[in-house]
């Protein structure tokens, strides 16, 4: 079992700020594809951005390229997503994902989810 645990979230103004972290606990997080998707209302969960476990590599939807950043701390088996120059079409609930894979890209690749946290951006 990983167990995860999102933080960070919040309200902030288009253009601004925020960084998500994801606390991950239970087996080596080292050896799961880690990633972030989001669920904005009456839309289907996407794929925002994901971390490599065996090559550090990441990976990001066409939407967030250029604007948000995923990393990871084996050594503190944290997660994070930066996200810079934020539009309010990035308003969703962000969720922290693992899976056995060494990339994951798809929910069918998740088998482990976080919580959530809410991310609001305002005109």
């Known amino acids: 079992q990983v167990q995860l645990v999102e933080s960070g979230g919040g309200l902030v103004q288009a253009g601004g700020s925020l960084r998500l972290s994801c606390a991950a606990s239970?087996?080596?997080?080292?050896?799961?594809?880690m990633g972030w998707f989001r669920q904005a209302p009456g839309k289907e969960r996407e794929f925002v951005a994901s971390a490599s476990w065996s090559s550090g590599r990441t990976y990001y939807a066409a939407s967030v390229k250029g604007r948000f950043t995923i990393s990871r701390d084996n050594a503190k088996n944290t997660l994070y997503l930066q996200m810079n120059s934020l539009k309010p079409e990035d308003t969703a609930v962000y969720f922290c994902?693992?899976?056995?894979?060494?990339?994951?890209?798809?929910?069918?690749?998740?088998?482990?989810w976080g919580q959530g946290t809410q991310v609001t951006v305002s005109s």
């Open positions: 239970g087996r080596t997080f080292s050896n799961y594809g």
């Open positions: 994902a693992a899976g056995p894979k060494a990339v994951i890209f798809t929910t069918t690749d998740v088998h482990y």
